[in-house]
């Protein structure tokens, strides 16, 4: 069963308190997702260790439940 938008922003925001989420559903089909997730709590990180924090926030259903998520991910201007 794929996860809703709501849902992926939920989990991210719980984990990143901090974080501005936007998702949008890249094929309509509820499987494909495009993030954009502004937080100061990445100032300072690498990108790879930013989207790590992501990941860790989706608690394990990246490549189950949520089958592709494209991640932007930056600390605010």
Known sequence: MPMNARDIEKMIKDAIP???VTIRDLAGD???Y???IVAESF???????QH???YQA???NMGGELHALALQTS???
């Open 18 to 20: 901090d974080a501005t």
């Open 30 to 32: 509820g499987d494909h």
């Open 34 to 36: 495009a993030a954009e």
């Open 43 to 49: 100032r300072g990180k690498s990108r790879v260790q």
């Open 52 to 54: 790590q924090m992501v």
């Open 58 to 60: 989706l608690q394990g």
């Open 75 to 77: 600390a605010p201007k």
